[in-house]
C-alpha cells in the first residue's frame, strides 16, 4: 500500500480486503486498527490480526473490561493459528498475550504516528519480554494473566481455562495476581497445573477452609517464590479451633502454613483479617521472613501480648511505610512493645491506622514520645478510640514534626457523649472546634476529622472536618 494511509473506520467496511492484505499494511495501523475491530466485534478480522500481529506483545486485556465469549474465542483462534505448522506469518513478532485488565500506553499509537513515536511507545513490551524468567524465555509464546477463582466461573473464564488446560504443552501461562474465592479442591489443582506458582507477585485469599484445608493448600503457597504481597482473610468461625480436631493436629496444621513464609524471597506487604489461628504465632511468622516488610496490616484478629512483645525487636519490620492494626482490642495490652517499634520506623512510616482499637488516654499518652519523631508520616487514623480532650491536646502537641501528613482522623473526645454514651451535638461541635484551634496554632493541616462512635440508632457516626456532619438521627 502507498500514499496516505487510509482512516481505520474506512479500513474496517471492507473486511475481507483487509484480511487478505494484513502483510501489506504498515505496521503503525495496527493498534487502531485491532481497537476498532475489538469494539466492533468483527470476530473474523480479530482472529486474523491476532495470527499477524506485528509487535512482541498484545495488551488485549484492557480491552476486555467486558467479558465477551465471542470475542474472547476470536481472541484464542488467532493464537491456534499461530501454533499450526501451516502458518507462518511473514513478520509476526508475538512473543507475549497479555490479559491482564490495566491501561497500557501502547494503545494510544496513532496511525499517523512515526517511527520515533512507534518506538518510545513500544518500549515497554521488550522490557515485559526481558523480565520472563530465563528458563521460560523459549520459543513458546507466553499468555499472561490476572486470575480471580471462585466456585462459579462465567463463561467466558471457563471457556479460557479449558482452552489453557489443553495446551499446557504448546504455550507458557503465566498468572501475576491471583484472588482465591472458596473454589473446590479439584479447581485449586486444575489451576496451579497451568500457571506456575512461581510467578505470582499477589496472591488474595478468601476463604471459609478449615485449618486442615489450609493446611493442603500451603505447598502451592510455598511455591509463591516471587510473591510481594499478600492478602489472608480466612473466615474466622472456621478457622478457629475445629470440633473433633486434636490440639496437636491443629499446632501441625498451623505450623505447616507457617512454614511457607520461609520459602518468599521479596514478600513485602502483608494484609491479615480475620486470621485468629496466628495468635501467639506472630513471632514465628514475622522472624523467618527474607526481606523486610513495607506494609503489615492486622484486621480484626485476635492477637496476644506475646505477639506484640515482639514488635520492638523483630528486624523483618523496622523498614515499615504502613502499619495497620485495625479492629483490634487493646485497651488490656501493654502498648510498650509498639513505642518502641515506632521510633525504630520513624524515618521510614507513612501510613499509620489504628482504627477501633478502643485505646485508652494512658496508652496513647504511652506513645507519644514515638509518634513526635515520626516526621515521615502522611496518613493516620485514630478513629474508634476512647481518648479524653486533654489527651488529644497533648497528641497534638507532639505533632509539630508532621510537616508531610495529608490526611489525619481522630475520635471525637470522651467529653461529647453523655452518661448514656449519647453525643450530645451542641459539645461535639464545641469541643472539635476547639481542637481545630489548638491544632491550628501549632501548624497548618491539610486534612482533619475528628468522628463519634456509631450512633446506636442509625449506625452512622457525626463527623466534623470543614463542618459538623451529623448522622440522621440529628438531622
Not at 40 to 48: E, F, V, Y
Request: proline fraction near 5%.
Amino acid at each position: 500500500m502507498s500514499g496516505q494511509t487510509p482512516p481505520t473506520h474506512t479500513l474496517l467496511t471492507h473486511e475481507a480486503l483487509i484480511m487478505s492484505s494484513l502483510e501489506e499494511l504498515p505496521t503503525v495501523v495496527f493498534p487502531a486498527l485491532f481497537k476498532e475491530a475489538f469494539a466492533g466485534r468483527q470476530t473474523n478480522l480479530l482472529k486474523a490480526m491476532v495470527a499477524a500481529w506485528p509487535f512482541p506483545c498484545l495488551h488485549v486485556g484492557s480491552l476486555m473490561k467486558k467479558p465477551n465469549l465471542e470475542t474472547l474465542q476470536a481472541l484464542l483462534d488467532g493464537i491456534d493459528m499461530r501454533l499450526t505448522r501451516e502458518f507462518h506469518p511473514r513478520r509476526a513478532k508475538l512473543q507475549v498475550l497479555d490479559m491482564r485488565n490495566m491501561y497500557h500506553a501502547f494503545w494510544n499509537i496513532r496511525a499517523d504516528a512515526n517511527d520515533s513515536d512507534y518506538k518510545s511507545k513500544t518500549l515497554d513490551e521488550k522490557q515485559l519480554v526481558k523480565v520472563l524468567p530465563r528458563y521460560a524465555r523459549r520459543q513458546r509464546l507466553k499468555v499472561i494473566v490476572n486470575l480471580s477463582i471462585s466456585s462459579h466461573f462465567n463463561k467466558s473464564k471457563a471457556y479460557f481455562l479449558n482452552w489453557a488446560k489443553q495446551r499446557i504443552g504448546s504455550l507458557y501461562f503465566c498468572c501475576i495476581k491471583m484472588k482465591i474465592w472458596d473454589p473446590p479442591d479439584q479447581v485449586i489443582r486444575d489451576i496451579f497445573n497451568v500457571f506456575d506458582p512461581e510467578h505470582i507477585t499477589e496472591l488474595e485469599l478468601n476463604t471459609d477452609w478449615t485449618l486442615l484445608q489450609l493446611a493442603h493448600f500451603a505447598p502451592y503457597f510455598g511455591h509463591m517464590k516471587n510473591l510481594q504481597k499478600v492478602f489472608l482473610a480466612p473466615l474466622h468461625k472456621n478457622t478457629s479451633p475445629i470440633i473433633n480436631i486434636t490440639s496437636a493436629t491443629e499446632a501441625k496444621c498451623v505450623h505447616k502454613i507457617i512454614s511457607q513464609f520461609s520459602q518468599f524471597n521479596c514478600l513485602q506487604h502483608i494484609f491479615m483479617k480475620h486470621v485468629h489461628f496466628l495468635r501467639d504465632y506472630m513471632n514465628q511468622v514475622l522472624g523467618c521472613l527474607m526481606t523486610p516488610l513495607e506494609t503489615l496490616s492486622i484486621t480484626q484478629c485476635l492477637i496476644s501480648q506475646r505477639d506484640f512483645d515482639l514488635f520492638s525487636c523483630s528486624q523483618n519490620l523496622f523498614k515499615l511505610k504502613h502499619l495497620e492494626i485495625r479492629g483490634m482490642i487493646l485497651y488490656a495490652l501493654d502498648l510498650m512493645p509498639l513505642r518502641g517499634l515506632l521510633q525504630k520506623v520513624a524515618d521510614t512510616l507513612e501510613i499509620l491506622d489504628f482504627q477501633w482499637c478502643r485505646m485508652k488516654d494512658s496508652q496513647i499518652n504511652a506513645l507519644l514520645p514515638a509518634l513526635s519523631q515520626c516526621t515521615q508520616l502522611n496518613q493516620i487514623n485514630f478513629y474508634n478510640n476512647d481518648f479524653s480532650m486533654c489527651t488529644l491536646k497533648a497528641l497534638f502537641q507532639h505533632t509539630a514534626n508532621w510537616s508531610k501528613m495529608n490526611v489525619e482522623q481522630y475520635p471525637a473526645p470522651l467529653q461529647c457523649y453523655n452518661e448514656l454514651g449519647h453525643v450530645s451535638v451542641e459539645r461535639f461541635v464545641q469541643l472539635c472546634q476547639e481542637l481545630m484551634y489548638t491544632l491550628r496554632a501549632i501548624r497548618q493541616p491539610k486534612s482533619i476529622s475528628f468522628a463519634t462512635d456509631n450512633c446506636q440508632k442509625c449506625g452512622k457516626p457525626c463527623v466534623y472536618d470543614q463542618g459538623p456532619i451529623f448522622c440522621s438521627c440529628f438531622q
